[in-house]
């Protein structure tokens, strides 16, 4: 059961777990197989100070990675429970004209 009361004092919505969660797993080995995940996934706060970069550093036609393995990751869009959250979230017309996977840090 999904907790859209969350949702809407917080703007995150949680999904169940997946019931077969090796699609997932499979993705994210293509994921890390395509990007280095280690200490230069980053700059550091100075070197950005020197050259600020706002605009052309974010996903676009040609230089995303969802895009590029769109085919692999395909299978999350079409989850039931995802279509079921999107749909209620955002209206049953809705459309995704951008994905991206977003990396965070603690």
Do not use: H
Not at 44 to 73: H, S, W
């Amino acid at each position: 059961m999904i907790d859209y009361s969350e949702f809407s004092r917080t703007g995150i919505l949680r999904l169940d777990r997946a019931a077969d969660p090796s699609p997932y797993r499979a993705l994210l080995r293509a994921v890390f197989a395509d990007r280095k995940f280690g200490p230069d996934l980053f700059i550091e706060q100075a070197e950005f100070k020197r050259d600020p970069r706002y605009k052309g550093v974010n996903p676009e036609p040609g230089r995303n990675l969802m895009e590029k393995l769109q085919a692999q990751a395909s299978f999350i869009q079409s989850d039931p429970r995802v279509v079921d959250a999107l749909a209620r979230v955002l209206g049953p017309g809705y459309r995704i004209k951008d994905g991206k996977f977003v990396c965070g840090i603690p």
